[in-house]
């Protein structure tokens, strides 16, 4: 799917960016207030919406929120410069990753393309199309790759499509710690920019969601300076089901 | 807060001691008041009793001396003297004497008034009680009869004094220094329980009279404190609305005062949001313009391309920069703030700012001596310290190093972090230092427009640093390169 949904209320960037987007491949519909947006959003004929935070009245939040409780499409978020905080209730409300206004357009392309590369099954693109998607479990964890579930004990979890690759990456590597910069790679697709809390915020959803502790220990431990470390679990026999 | 309230308890603890001594005083120098009373009642009765048995005596000596004679008068007298206190001096039948047994003179005289009274008199002559009694002998004759008493303890020295009210008013008594000396003895004996009784019930109800009444000062006091350290939503509130008294309406006033605070500051943060909206829409089209045509031309063009990128995004920073001078000059003061950790914060500043300088051939090395912990804005700090160092690494000569400390400065007046940034380029002219920190200052504008220094990081810097109390110097390095030091209190 190459179809993109921009919202976003400023008509002439719009065009200009439909113009632009195009030229690289995209297909792009734009819409330009909330409720518009929101409705097509719905739709689920998009691989990625790029919503403007900033619509007018705060509603930009308001489409997030509806965004999300209806779909899983992944969510750019365009924000302004200097704020973080609107940044991090984004991050936290289900927006897969920012970009602050007024942005490279080729900084946007390259972060449009490494979502949509992560919403693809990952070893599929590594080791070629056929071979079947390994499931991996840690502890209570199930995490099907290829059908992009995750099951805890047995129920399943609602994640968004970064978290789901986030939780990909930490759980093949557990009990070994990830470096930030390496999960930005992984997950987001970029470096990460100074002071940027998209890892860490995610990281926090994570934890709300399955759960900060694995029998005794933390699940998901903050490794100061270098990243973060999901825990091997104590006994696997103990918990759950046993890795394949 | 203490001391208001210990104040109104012991203003009023005085006030009950006072008022207490003071009348005290009153009683003994006027003779009222309840010990005078007392004393008054008491020598009321005993002067009744004296009477009746002056009656009941007077009227068996008339009937004996008719009868008898004055010898069986005079064994009658003897046998009560011996038997009872009075001492029995003159027995007249109207105004003769028919008895006078060493009455002394005052007796005549009492007696005299009795009889024309017609009722009791007592009158106290050197150290005894005279006491005169009229009665009706046989055959309905009147009779006076006199008796003397030793004086009743306590009883104040002096001339001829009637007890009953009636007569001269009562000679200067002497002293009453020494009078209160002699009741204050009677006084502590008699009173001390009901004095100690009133203190500490009165104690206790000034202690709930005082903090009654500072409660809602420190209420007060606390949404003071709030508010300035940043929370707009605190306020007094009503509590429970008992008062209506200056101090509720003190707090009233504040509620008000925090609320048009409040609504002053949102609508100064919204207005600087709208401005920033509003002057970086027309550099968000303009880059993806920028890029169209990058697509759409050749490679020659790409130079000027570039170029053109280059100044939006200048444009770009300058708008955020200014906009942040503008925010921290008005309004700074209601930026939020929290714990800030400088370690984690320099040495976040210092590995960003080393990744960029490795790529010019430069770096940036940072040595956090202790953990310090500023309340304060980590956002404000941030760009105040980032500034100087981007600065720094703009200047620092290549295959140099710019080395950033911090350590703690311990003294009696409150600690202080310093945050030393050292960098190994030209230095700064004499002259200009002092106005360094000024915005739109440039030392040389050649140079800054080749590193793309805009003026303002510093002056944001300055700004940030005198918000959080600190100060800000430069001074020049004596083996050249320029040292800035900022100081931040410690809380």
């Not at chain 1, 519909?29 to 719905?42: C, K, M, N, Q, S």
């Not at chain 1, 590594?126 to 059908?147: F, H, M, N, S, Y």
């Not at chain 2, 010898?71 to 006078?100: C, G, P, W």
């Amino acid at each position: 799917m190459n179809h993109i949904l921009v919202i976003d209320d400023d008509v002439e960037l719009c065009e200009l960016l439909t113009d632009y987007l195009t030229r690289e491949g995209l297909q792009v519909e734009t819409a330009h207030d909330g409720e518009r947006g929101a409705e097509r959003a719905l739709s689920g004929e998009h691989a990625l919406v790029v919503l403007d935070i900033m619509l007018p009245g705060s509603s930009g939040f308001d489409v997030l929120r509806r965004i999300r409780a209806g779909s899983k499409v992944p969510v750019l978020m365009l924000t302004a410069r200097g704020d973080d905080v609107d940044r991090i209730v984004g991050l936290e409300m289900g927006a897969d990753d920012y970009l602050p206004k007024p942005f490279n357009p080729r900084e946007l392309v390259a972060r449009i393309r490494a979502i949509r590369r992560r919403v693809e099954p990952r070893l599929e693109r590594e080791t070629g199309p056929g071979k079947a998607a390994e499931r991996v479990v840690v502890g209570d964890v199930q995490l099907d790759p290829g059908a992009r579930v995750v099951l805890q004990r047995g129920h399943p979890v609602d994640l968004t499509s970064v978290e789901f690759t986030l939780l990909e990456v930490l759980l093949r590597a557990s009990g070994q710690v990830v470096a930030r910069e390496e999960l930005a790679k992984e997950v987001l697709g970029r470096r990460l920019s100074p002071y940027d809390r998209s890892i860490d915020v995610h990281v926090s959803s994570l934890r709300r969601k399955l759960g900060h502790q694995l029998g005794d220990a933390e699940r998901i431990k903050t490794v100061r300076g270098v990243g973060y470390l999901y825990a091997h679990p104590p006994d696997p026999g103990e918990e759950g089901i046993p890795k394949e | 807060m203490r001391s208001l309230f210990l104040k109104i308890f012991l203003w009023f603890w005085l006030a009950t001691i006072l008022s207490g001594l003071t009348l005290f005083v009153i009683a003994v120098a006027t003779q009222s008041g309840p010990i005078a009373e007392q004393r008054r009642r008491g020598a009321e009765q005993a002067r009744h009793l004296m009477g009746q048995t002056l009656a009941l005596y007077g009227q068996s000596a008339a009937a004996i001396l008719e009868r008898d004679g004055h010898a069986a008068l005079e064994d009658y007298a003897k046998l009560i003297e011996r038997t009872t206190d009075i001492h029995v001096v003159l027995l007249l039948r109207r105004n003769e004497i028919l008895s006078d047994r060493g009455a002394p003179p005052e007796a005549r005289t009492l007696a005299a008034r009795a009889a024309e009274h017609g009722k009791a008199e007592v009158a106290s002559a050197g150290e005894s009680l005279l006491f005169a009694q009229p009665i009706l002998g046989p055959g309905e004759t009147q009779y006076v009869v006199v008796g003397e008493m030793p004086r009743p303890p306590g009883r104040p020295r002096g001339g001829v004094q009637p007890l009953d009210g009636g007569g001269e008013p009562p000679p200067p008594t002497p002293g009453l220094p020494s009078r209160l000396f002699g009741e204050f003895a009677h006084f502590t004996r008699d009173f001390s329980v009901p004095s100690l009784v009133t203190l500490i019930i009165g104690g206790m109800v000034c202690l709930g009279l005082a903090w009654h009444l500072t409660a809602p000062i420190r209420r007060l006091r606390t949404a003071a404190q709030r508010l300035a350290r940043g929370d707009l939503t605190a306020r007094v509130g009503t509590g429970r609305s008992r008062g209506r008294d200056e101090v509720a309406a003190l707090g009233h006033d504040f509620d008000l005062m925090a609320e048009r605070i409040e609504a002053l500051v949102i609508a100064q943060q919204q207005l600087l949001r709208d401005i920033s909206h509003e002057l970086r829409s027309p550099l968000a089209r303009l880059n993806v313009a920028l890029e169209l045509t990058r697509q759409r031309s050749g490679p020659e063009a790409g130079g000027s391309l570039d170029r053109i990128e280059r100044e939006a995004e200048r444009l770009n920073d300058l708008i955020g920069r200014l906009l942040t001078l503008t925010q921290l000059e008005s309004g700074g003061e209601w930026i939020k703030r929290g714990p800030v950790s400088l370690r984690g914060l320099v040495e976040s500043i210092a590995s960003d700012a080393n990744f960029e300088a490795q790529t010019r051939n430069r770096a940036v090395h940072a040595v956090v001596e202790e953990e310090i912990t500023i309340h304060g804005s980590e956002e404000m700090l941030r760009q105040g310290i980032e500034n100087v160092v981007r600065n720094a690494v703009r200047y620092t000569a290549e295959h140099t190093q710019v080395d950033i400390t911090v350590s703690r400065r311990r003294a009696g007046s409150g600690d202080a972090a310093i945050i030393r940034i050292r960098d190994r380029g030209p230095g700064v002219p004499e002259h200009a230092l002092p106005r360094l920190f000024l915005p739109f200052y440039r030392v040389a504008d050649a140079r800054d427009r080749q590193t793309g220094g805009t003026g303002i990081g510093l002056a944001i810097t300055e700004r940030a640093v005198r918000l959080h109390d600190g100060i800000v110097t430069a001074t020049n390095a004596p083996d050249g390169g320029l040292i800035v030091e900022i100081v931040l209190p410690v809380a």
